[in-house]
């Protein structure tokens, strides 16, 4: 069993920076393998893919919308994946999950089997 915890949200200005963290917990031999990402869902929208690392490989990807943006990093002795978010625009505003699997292909599709709680991201014009 795998769980996650989010930190790091606020209400922050429209160009400011954030970053989120996401802990991993669980059998420490098993999280070396997984594949993390995080997810967000704005107000009164669906779920969208943000970004995803491939932990062992370091690979990562990252939807159009915050490519240039946006850096996902992982901290493999702590099982840690970080989520630096530069030139915050309002339509960032939304609830940010962390996401893991051990198949990547299931990170970057939605599919992970394992969720946080979220934590909230509000930017202001």
């Known amino acids: 069993q795998v769980s996650l915890r989010e930190s790091g949200g606020g209400l922050v200005q429209a160009g400011s920076s954030l970053r989120l963290s996401c802990a991993a917990s669980g059998r420490t031999a098993s999280l070396y393998n997984l594949a993390m990402g995080w997810f967000r869902q704005p107000p009164g929208k669906g779920r969208e893919f943000v970004a995803a690392i491939r932990k062992r490989s370091g690979t990562a990807s990252y939807s159009d919308s915050v490519k240039g943006r946006f850096t996902i990093s992982g901290d493999s002795a702590e099982n840690i994946v970080y989520l630096q978010m530069n030139s915050l625009k309002p339509e960032d505003t939304a609830v940010y999950s962390c996401?893991?699997?051990?198949?990547?292909?299931?990170?970057?599709?939605?599919?992970?089997?394992?969720w946080g709680q979220g934590t909230q991201v509000t930017v202001s014009s």
């Open positions: 996401a893991a699997d051990f198949l990547p292909r299931n990170v970057e599709a939605g599919r992970a089997a394992h």
